[in-house]
């Protein structure tokens, strides 16, 4: 069975994807009922989340960053385009997680210049990508201007994903490795035959 449905099989899957769903719905929430800005850049902290969590929880992190942002939307910013907010969200930090693994391919997985580059290149191609994608789906089947939604949503999301995310990266790459909070398999191909650390 593909890892995005074998997630919901396992009581480790169904805890992560519960786990990335609250804590995206508490980022969430609060900055969207304010929508404060600062120098023009939305306060949306929330942005720093799905690069992050999709390396470290690959397919938990892309359901409950999905349902997370529905559980956003609803408190308050509910709209058609959030069905596609789900869409995006789902895409994000999976296909970050691919992405990560594959350029991260040969080399050791701790925190070092290299892991922290190629987190800030994923970051970047990703965010791109998928911000693209929901511009074009605001335009195609709700008339919204393209350019104007696109760098509205590329600023903000490259701005939090590489300051903070950056940060809670390189913070806590090794320790999530060393205490197996990772999940997903490539993290299982990259770490098998690693000893579990003694607790």
Request: aromatic residues 16%; positive net charge.
């Amino acid at each position: 069975m593909h890892e995005i449905l074998r997630v919901w099989t396992t009581r480790d899957g169904l805890a992560r994807i519960a786990g990335c769903a609250l804590l995206y719905t508490i980022f969430l929430v609060p900055f969207n009922l304010l929508q404060a800005n600062f120098f023009g850049i939305p306060l949306r902290p929330a942005a720093a989340l799905p690069v992050l969590l999709g390396i470290f929880f690959g397919p938990a992190a892309a359901w409950g960053l999905g349902i997370g942002n529905i559980l956003g939307d609803l408190a308050g910013s509910w709209s058609p385009m959030s069905i596609f907010g789900f869409i995006i969200n789902f895409l994000y930090p999976y296909l970050s997680y691919l992405l990560w693994h594959r350029w991260m391919k040969g080399h050791p997985v701790h925190a070092d210049r290299v892991s922290t580059g190629v987190y800030m290149g994923v970051a970047f191609v990703i965010t791109v990508a998928c911000m693209a994608l929901l511009a074009l789906c605001g335009t195609v089947f709700f008339g919204r201007p393209f350019l104007e939604k696109f760098l509205g949503y590329s600023v903000n999301n490259i701005f939090w994903t590489l300051t903070l995310g950056t940060c809670l990266f390189a913070g806590l790459l090794d320790r999530a490795v060393q205490q197996r909070w990772v999940y997903g398999k490539e993290w299982e191909t990259r770490l098998s035959g690693t000893p579990s650390p003694k607790g």
